[in-house]
């Protein structure tokens, strides 16, 4: 169910997330993709399938098998501060889910053309409705604005198009499609290789080649090989290490201390830190590309003394072998 974050208006909610009301949370079709990629992880999808076209800003398509979004919840689902995932600020320090702010949809239909249909498993039709603003609006003049019944698979597709249509300035500054496409690409790796359980596809509309596709029984290792080779993932080394008084667990995957040396090329890193949520802080940066929590500079001082410590036991060998 989907309901505006309760207690709070609008700007006062703004005001406690700390940033202006007005700030906008896209800069280009990287970030919006991002938030999708979010949205559908948190419905649970196993499977995230993404179409681009001229990087993104003619056209970004994502395709989830989620729980949907119920009929009822279409009217609302593109409004700010709406969402499912938060009823009260109380319930942010429980939060386990990427988003909770109910503001990405409502961003990206301020600076695209939003097409959303979705089905839930309890609906026998799909629906599908079209987003500007913030609101339904009719798909052309003079028809109604009201989501329409279509046949549909269970899940989500959410198409966000002509992406700064509405802001010349910005849409001018991306005339790179290439760029935009490597950076979209840069976010769909990065979710790729660490949702293990869940398959990701990324391509251009109308090209037959996937540039990007992980499987749904893949392991982080395995994600990583997709996505970065089978000579880098035979470099790396496992990091698992639980710290108890500080309520963190790291997992992790590093190149071994030859790599950069053999392939003059910058270390791997992947690092995961499971963190209990009482102890994190997500409202820094409204896009959480920085969040604050407990024990920081302790915590990394520990991650550094380990790496190093299996850096220097792992020194000249190969130690991670994969399976081909
Ligand atoms: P938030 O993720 O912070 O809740 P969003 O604006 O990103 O806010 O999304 C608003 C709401 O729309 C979500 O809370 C969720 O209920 C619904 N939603 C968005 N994308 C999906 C999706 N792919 N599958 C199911 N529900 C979705
Ligand atoms: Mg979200």
Partial sequence: EI?????????????LLGYADSECIIHRP??????LIENSLDAGSTKIQITVKDGGLKLLQIQDNGHGIRREDMAIVCERFTTSKLKSFE?????GTYG??????????????????????????????????GILVPPKPGVSAEPKPCAGNNGTQITAEDLFYNVPARRKAMRNFSEEYNQIMNVVNRYAIHNAGVSFTC???????????????GSIIDNIRQVYGVNTASELIEVNKEYREFEVKLKGYISNANYSVKKMTYPFLYLSLDINPKNVDVNVHPTKREVLFLHEDEIIGRICDVIQARLANTNSSRSFLTQT
């Fill in 91 to 95: 319930d942010l320090s429980t939060i």
């Fill in 100 to 133: 909770f702010r109910g503001e990405a949809l409502a961003s990206i239909t301020y600076v695209a053309h939003v097409t959303i249909t979705t089905k839930t498993v309890d609906s026998n039709c799909a629906y599908r409705a079209h987003y500007s603003d």
């Fill in 203 to 217: 391509k251009k509309q109308g090209s037959n080649q996937v540039d990007i596709s992980t499987l749904s029984t």
């Fill in 3 to 15: 309901t505006r974050i309760k207690g709070h208006q609008s700007s006062e909610i703004a005001e």
């Fill in 30 to 35: 990287a970030n919006a993709l991002k938030e």
